[in-house]
Structures are given as structure tokens and as C-alpha cells.
């Protein structure tokens, strides 16, 4: 992004930068959207507390950063003291920036109960635990992104075909993808497989639409490789030399025909044999893929399977095909971790590690929804304390949010939040919030927080000074510092934690301040680098797996317990209960991305909310047309578990079996305190959603595969712009 600033220092303008390779001088409407944020009359841009009785009140004092810190350090060692640092929890919501300095304030201080606020970690979890029990590694599609020259590039090939699944890349990406090189890509030749149960532009141009059943992908993709299997499609140099476990995989998928698919899905077989056909005949075919592979219970499953197709095809590490990075890409360590912060007892403390170790190992995270039964329970000891930054966990990610919410409140004894703009979460459970400063008012490294988008590091500059706001890394330096000096005395800045942390350097952010010169640096990335031991830690050719190859049949799920080949679970909730069906006869998915906002960020900003002002669900004609629904009406949605409601669209797009919800509503114009804490239950689709209901290693959800009903209400909650504008909206 180019920053523009008035002569008084304010943020006026944005613009995407025409050098950066990544995006071209693309952006969304919320980078364009940025100095609404920043000057926004409701942000808050200096530290506040208020006492424990004042819970759920707008009854917030203004403090300086010291006495902020001070009181907080103060409540952490008092609660460590009481009852060990293990009941002290710290979360982070979808940062790209901020986890890996939230992890290491946690650790640092002694508390292996890092854990992300949503049941399973159902969100891209699953797929990274899947692709790694495979490969040891995570894949994405290679549109040429890690080349300076781009499409231009004489290494690069591009994919004949590529599969979008479970995403749609014009809105919303997994990390380190920028959705619009698709479209380059189609106007260069490119074909693409669309898998998706709604029609969108994409699948309109596209020339195989696979609507899904969501939460069948497991069947579609286990149905696909019984076709490539059997007509004999599959790349056997690569089977031979680099897989393990390929004849148990082709008896497995013999429980998979495309006949039994088609039913399963709802899709032609017809179609799932094209595409089949389309994606191991191309040289070379990609596949990019989103969060709907996750949210199922069987998301590792998910995970699995779509890298097993991508490995029998010969797909894996190849020119236009699925890339990783070389060594050395992503964040460094920064001369503490979890081993050296935690120590081996308290590691055996990490809520849920017994029982699902897999998940806490992988990923280093306390279990989500065993965490929710500690604080209900006290089991296996009670949790006191909390830290969350950039989390508005009971609006976005916590399913049943009104267990969540009862359980914090009534557990923490003290509870931190950190963020730009006062939310539900923070007025009803925090003692202190603390402000945060937004992209324009710091300096930083811009990586994802996994491995394989790291193609290219991007750098932030501070454009201006808003209040006396705080980056996240400076925040966990300074509190770090106070709890366990010894363990951050490497660090003499809090710019130089951020420079050992992120690129590996200590030398007083001189080395930052030298490369963060460029507009990126693009780290370079080979290809076949399995060939060249590049890919393990010995240096031997092959995969990082204890095989050494892509283990079809994963010795990682077989010592953890699960099936070692791949396997299709049928949604716990849906038509598999029939009696279930007639009370609940849709099937509910949500989470998908909007352009206006990023879960639950930007519902204060007038222009994004112009947008998008009132909470939607997207239903098929026929079906409002039963019920008596009409376009714009609002309705009740409901499931075995609460209900919301939401604002009906009626449109063509989706089919007469699948509903599509907004998520992560509240309403910042509202009263923020309880019981309303700004309508936040009202129109939650997480209401719906369960706790409990994962795979058998811990992971996953049925988010977006989930039963629910439908029931027109004459009441009206159309969101008044008018009251958005005088609240919120300010000209610069």
C-alpha cells in the first residue's frame, strides 16, 4: 500500500503500490477503506481499565501505559503465585502479524495454554495437520508469486488447469494468496474447476461446477482419485519413487466409486469423471483451497485426501503446480520458545494434551473446547486470567457463544483485551483494554504466519502517530520484560525483538532498516527441492515423514490413532438422520468472507457498512416461495444448539437445500452493555454452532455443514445509516 498524509500528519489517502509484485497495485476495499479506521471517532487510542464489578458497563477510566503494564504484571504474578502460570490463558484472534509475539509473551511467562478461541481449530488447522501427517509440509498453488519477472519468468510454467475448492479467491484467500491472479491466469488459457455448492462468477466461467453438498469434499476428492486410479491416470514415476502406501490407497478408494460420489454430493458422476479426468491429464494442474476443507469434523481428513491427489498426480513441488518455500522463509525463533519459556512439567499441563496430543503438539495450542469445559469446570484446574489481542472471540469464533461468554465471566478473576476499537468480548469480560496501533502507525515485517505463502516479505513504515497506541510486539516486549527480564535480555528494543522474531537478525534494527528499503524481498523458491534434500532437516533427498516419501497411508495418523489412509465421514448433523431433517431441513453453512468487512472488524465503519448494513442469508427462490418469504424480510434461523436472526436475500445462486449465513454480527451503534453488549447474540449465527463435535484427533467442525430451519418474523431490524453516519462516519 502507498500511505498519503495532509500537511497535519492525518492518513487522507490510499493507494496499491504498482511496484509490489505481489498485488500490483491492487486492493481491496478495506486497505482503500484504511483512513476511515484510523480517524474513526469511536477508536480508542489510549489505555483504560475499570473494576470487576464494572463488568459489562461502560465505566472505563483512562490510565497511562505504565500504570497499564505495572497492574497488569502485578495480576499475572499474583495469579502465578496462587496457582501456577498454566491458569493464565492467551489468545489471539486471525492476526498475520500478532501471533507469533502473543505465543511468545505466553511462553515466556511460563503458561503452555496458548489457545485460539474455536472448537476444533477449525481454521486452516486441519488442512496444515493433514498436509503435514502427508508431506510434513503445507502446499499452496504456484501463479508464480515468488518471482520478481512473475508470469514472465522463464521457470515458471502455468497450470493448464486449476481447482478452486472450498474458497472463493475474488473476496477472500488463504493466506499469501492474492485471489486475482486467477483471473490473470484465465486470461492466459487457464481452465478452472470450480467446487463450490454456490454459483458465483467464477464458477459461471469455469468449465467443470461442482455445487457440493457441503461437507462431502472427502467423497468428491476419494471418488476422483478412483477414477485417475483406475483408468490409470496417475503419474507412476512419482507413485514409485516418492509415495508410500499407493496400493492400500487404491483399495481404499475402490469404497469411493464416482456412482456413490454423485449421490453423496448431489453432483453428476458425469461431472466428477470430467473433472477427475481434467486435473491428472493437465501438465501441470494446481489446486488452491480455502476454509471449507476445514470445517468439517473430518477436516484433517479433508486435508489428507486433497494432498493425496495432489501427490499421485505428480502435482507436488513442481512448475505451476504446488509450491513451498526454501529454507529459511517465514519467522525465526527468536531465542526463546516454548521449551525454553514452558519447561517440560509445565508442558504436561496443556489443556487437552492427554487427551489429544496430536492437536496440542502440532500446532502448540492448548485444545479449544477442552479449554471452555476448564473454565466451565475447574477441570483439571481452574483458569484465572486471561489475555486476548485482536480477538473479538464472542462475536467471531467462539461456537456457542453464550457458554463462552457465562465461563469467562464468571472464571477470570482479571482479563486483558487489545484492540483498536472497543468490542463485545472487551465490554464483557475485560478489566483492562489496551489500544492498538493499526498498519499505518508502525514499522514491521509483512509475512504470513505459515511457511509457505513466504515467498514474499513485504515491510510496514510508520505514516503517522495516532494517540498512544501500541504495535503488538512492543506491547509483549515491554510486559515480557516486567514478568521475566532474564528471559527477554537479549532484546534491548522492542524493534529488535521484532527483528530477531521475524528475520533472524540482532543488530539494533540496522539490518531492518537496510532491506525494509525495498518494496519486498522475495525469497527465492526452487522446485523438485524433494530431489535435492532440500526438504529435510539431514539434507536427504525425500520428504520430511518418516518414510521420507508422501505417505499415502500416514504413519502420523496410524501412532496417533486415527486411520492411516483417508476416509469420507458422513456430516454428524444432516440428512444421515432423517427425523432430524424434518425439523431442521436446510443445510447451514457460513463463514464465507464479504468484501465489506474481515470477520468481525469494520461494522463502525460507515462507508464499509453502507456496504453491507444488515446481516444476510442467502436462500433459494422456491424456498422462500414455500415458506413466505419475502426479498429483504428477516427471518429465524435455528439448529439443535440456539438461534439468530438474520436479513433474507432470495437468490438463484444457491439451491433449494443449502443455506448461506453472514457471521461474526454485532452492532457497534447499539448499547454495549449487558445484556445487550451491542446486540451481539442477536443476529450470531455462532448460536448455532456446537462445542465437541471434531475428528478423533481433536480437530475440526461442522461450521459450514450444519442443519437448521427457517421461519419468517415480522419484526423489523434494519440497520438505521443514518445513526451509523452521525456516530461514525468522519470526512478527512
Given at each position: 500500500m502507498l500511505l498519503y498524509t495532509n500537511d497535519e500528519g492525518d492518513l487522507v489517502k490510499v493507494e496499491g503500490d504498482p511496484e509490489n509484485p505481489f498485488n500490483e497495485g491492487r486492493?481491496?476495499?478495506?486497505?482503500?477503506?484504511?483512513?476511515?479506521?484510523?480517524?474513526?471517532?469511536?477508536?480508542?487510542?489510549?489505555?483504560?481499565?475499570?473494576?470487576?464489578?464494572?463488568?459489562?458497563?461502560?465505566?472505563?477510566?483512562?490510565?497511562?501505559?505504565?500504570e497499564a503494564l505495572d497492574l497488569i504484571a502485578a495480576e499475572l504474578n499474583k495469579v502465578k503465585e496462587a496457582y501456577g502460570p498454566e491458569s493464565v490463558i492467551f489468545s489471539c484472534g486471525t492476526g498475520r502479524d500478532i501471533a507469533p509475539y502473543?505465543?511468545?509473551?505466553?511462553?515466556?511467562?511460563?503458561?503452555?495454554?496458548?489457545?485460539?478461541?474455536?472448537?476444533?481449530?477449525?481454521?486452516?488447522?486441519?488442512?496444515?495437520?493433514?498436509?503435514?501427517?502427508?508431506?510434513?509440509?503445507?502446499?499452496?498453488?504456484?501463479?508464480?508469486?515468488?518471482?520478481?519477472?512473475?508470469?514472465?519468468?522463464?521457470?515458471?510454467?502455468?497450470?493448464?488447469?486449476?481447482?478452486?475448492?472450498?474458497?472463493?479467491?475474488?473476496?477472500?484467500?488463504?493466506?499469501?494468496?492474492?485471489?486475482?491472479?486467477?483471473v490473470d491466469l484465465m486470461k492466459r488459457g487457464m481452465k478452472i474447476v470450480m467446487i463450490d455448492p454456490k454459483v458465483t462468477w467464477l464458477s459461471a466461467k469455469a468449465e467443470v461446477h461442482l455445487p457440493v453438498r457441503?461437507?462431502?469434499?472427502?467423497?468428491?476428492?476419494?471418488?476422483m482419485m478412483n477414477v485417475i486410479i483406475n483408468e490409470d491416470l496417475y503419474d507412476h514415476d512419482f507413485v514409485e519413487y516418492w509415495c508410500y502406501g499407493f496400493d492400500q490407497l487404491a483399495e481404499r478408494v475402490q469404497e469411493m466409486p464416482p456412482e456413490k460420489a454423485a449421490e453423496i454430493c448431489g453432483v453428476p458422476v458425469e461431472d466428477i469423471c470430467a473433472a477427475a479426468r481434467m486435473y491428472a491429464q493437465a501438465k501441470p494442474a494446481a489446486i488452491q483451497w480455502g476454509l471449507a476443507a476445514d470445517q468439517k469434523t473430518d477436516g484433517m481428513q479433508n486435508g489428507q485426501v486433497t494432498v493425496d491427489l495432489m501427490a499421485i498426480t505428480g502435482n507436488l513441488d513442481v512448475p505451476g503446480g504446488q509450491i513451498l518455500p526454501g529454507a529459511g522463509a517465514g519467522h525465526n525463533e527468536s531465542g526463546f520458545g516454548f521449551e525454553k519459556g514452558v519447561g517440560d512439567e509445565l508442558q504436561k499441563k496443556m489443556i487437552g494434551l492427554e487427551?489429544?496430543?496430536?492437536?496440542?503438539?502440532?500446532?502448540?495450542?492448548?485444545?479449544?473446547?477442552?479449554?471452555?469445559?476448564?473454565?466451565?469446570?475447574?477441570?483439571?484446574y481452574p483458569i484465572k486470567m486471561g489475555f486476548y489481542a485482536?480477538?473479538?472471540?464472542?462475536?467471531?469464533?467462539?461456537?456457542?457463544?453464550?457458554?463462552?461468554?457465562?465461563?469467562?465471566?464468571?472464571?477470570?478473576?482479571?482479563?486483558?483485551?487489545?484492540?483498536?476499537?472497543?468490542?463485545?468480548?472487551?465490554?464483557?469480560?475485560?478489566?483492562?483494554?489496551?489500544?492498538?496501533?493499526?498498519?499505518?502507525?508502525?514499522?514491521?515485517t509483512v509475512f504470513t504466519h505459515y511457511a509457505p505463502c513466504t515467498v514474499t516479505a513485504g515491510f510496514m513504515h510508520k505514516a503517522i502517530e495516532v494517540g498512544e497506541t501500541m504495535t503488538d510486539f512492543e506491547l509483549c516486549y515491554e510486559l515480557g520484560r516486567r514478568l521475566r527480564p532474564?528471559?527477554?535480555?537479549?532484546?534491548?528494543?522492542?524493534?529488535?525483538?521484532?527483528?530477531?522474531?521475524?528475520?533472524?537478525?540482532?543488530?539494533?534494527?540496522?539490518?531492518?532498516?537496510?532491506?525494509?528499503?525495498?518494496?519486498?524481498?522475495?525469497?527465492?523458491?526452487?522446485?523438485?527441492?524433494?530431489?535435492?534434500?532440500?526438504?529435510?532437516?539431514?539434507?536427504?533427498?525425500?520428504?520430511?515423514?518418516?518414510?521420507?516419501?508422501?505417505?499415502?497411508?500416514?504413519?502420523?495418523?496410524?501412532?496417533?490413532?486415527?486411520?492411516?489412509?483417508?476416509?469420507?465421514?458422513?456430516?454428524?448433523?444432516?440428512?444421515?438422520?432423517?427425523?432430524?431433517?424434518?425439523?431442521?431441513?436446510?443445510?447451514?453453512?457460513?463463514?464465507?468472507?464479504?468484501?465489506?468487512?474481515?470477520?468481525?472488524?469494520?461494522?463502525?465503519?460507515a462507508y464499509l457498512r453502507e456496504l453491507n448494513p444488515d446481516p444476510i442469508v442467502e436462500i433459494n427462490p422456491q424456498v422462500a416461495l414455500d415458506l413466505g418469504i419475502a426479498d429483504g424480510q428477516w427471518v429465524?434461523?435455528?439448529?439443535?444448539?440456539?438461534?439468530?436472526?438474520?436479513?433474507?436475500?432470495?437468490?438463484?445462486?444457491?439451491?433449494?437445500?443449502?443455506?448461506?449465513?453472514?457471521?461474526?454480527?454485532?452492532?457497534?451503534?447499539?448499547?454495549?452493555?449487558?445484556?445487550?453488549?451491542?446486540?451481539?447474540?442477536?443476529?450470531?449465527?455462532?448460536?448455532?454452532?456446537?462445542n465437541d463435535h471434531y475428528g478423533k484427533l481433536g480437530f475440526g467442525a461442522p461450521n459450514k455443514c450444519l442443519v437448521c430451519g427457517i421461519d419468517p418474523l415480522v419484526e423489523n431490524y434494519d440497520t438505521d445509516m443514518n445513526l451509523i453516519w452521525e456516530k461514525f462516519g468522519k470526512l478527512v
Open positions: 486492493l481491496c476495499v478495506r486497505c482503500l477503506d484504511l483512513p476511515e479506521m484510523v480517524n474513526n471517532p469511536k477508536r480508542l487510542t489510549h489505555p483504560l481499565r475499570r473494576a470487576k464489578a464494572d463488568r459489562g458497563h461502560d465505566r472505563w477510566e483512562r490510565i497511562g501505559w505504565d502473543i505465543t511468545r509473551l505466553c511462553w515466556s511467562f511460563g503458561s503452555p495454554n496458548f489457545v485460539n478461541i474455536f472448537s476444533g481449530k477449525a481454521c486452516y488447522l486441519p488442512r496444515v495437520a493433514g498436509c503435514i501427517a502427508t508431506t510434513g509440509a503445507f502446499w499452496v498453488a504456484d501463479c508464480a508469486q515468488q518471482f520478481p519477472d512473475r508470469y514472465d519468468n522463464p521457470a515458471w510454467q502455468m497450470p493448464e488447469t486449476m481447482f478452486v475448492w472450498g474458497n472463493y479467491p475474488l473476496i477472500a484467500n488463504s493466506d499469501g494468496f492474492f485471489g486475482h491472479w486467477v457441503p461437507g462431502t469434499d472427502a467423497a468428491l476428492a476419494l471418488a487427551q489429544y496430543p496430536a492437536y496440542c503438539m502440532i500446532i502448540l495450542n492448548a485444545h479449544a473446547d477442552l479449554m471452555l469445559h476448564a473454565l466451565e469446570t475447574g477441570d483439571p485482536g480477538n473479538n472471540l464472542m462475536s467471531c469464533t467462539s461456537m456457542e457463544p453464550q457458554r463462552w461468554h457465562d465461563a469467562i465471566v464468571k472464571s477470570l478473576e482479571f482479563c486483558i483485551g487489545f484492540d483498536t476499537f472497543m468490542n463485545p468480548s472487551i465490554e464483557a469480560s475485560c478489566d483492562i483494554f489496551l489500544p492498538l496501533s493499526t498498519v499505518a502507525e508502525r514499522e514491521g532474564e528471559v527477554w535480555e537479549d532484546f534491548a528494543s522492542a524493534k529488535e525483538f521484532m527483528e530477531a522474531l521475524r528475520l533472524g537478525k540482532k543488530e539494533g534494527g540496522a539490518y531492518f532498516d537496510k532491506v525494509s528499503q525495498n518494496v519486498v524481498c522475495q525469497i527465492p523458491v526452487e522446485y523438485y527441492k524433494y530431489e535435492r534434500g532440500q526438504m529435510r532437516q539431514d539434507g536427504q533427498p525425500g520428504f520430511a515423514t518418516p518414510t521420507g516419501r508422501v505417505e499415502l497411508w500416514s504413519t502420523a495418523f496410524n501412532q496417533f490413532g486415527d486411520d492411516p489412509l483417508p476416509y469420507y465421514l458422513e456430516p454428524e448433523f444432516g440428512p444421515a438422520d432423517p427425523e432430524l431433517m424434518k425439523e431442521y431441513p436446510f443445510i447451514l453453512t457460513t463463514g464465507a468472507r464479504t468484501t465489506a468487512f474481515f470477520h468481525s472488524e469494520h461494522r463502525q465503519i429465524r434461523l435455528r439448529s439443535p444448539f440456539g438461534e439468530c436472526v438474520e436479513k433474507a436475500r432470495v437468490t438463484e445462486t444457491v439451491d433449494e437445500k443449502t443455506v448461506h449465513a453472514q457471521h461474526a454480527w454485532w452492532f457497534p451503534e447499539e448499547d454495549g452493555s449487558e445484556p445487550n453488549l451491542y446486540g451481539n447474540f442477536r443476529s450470531n449465527i455462532n448460536n448455532l454452532l456446537p
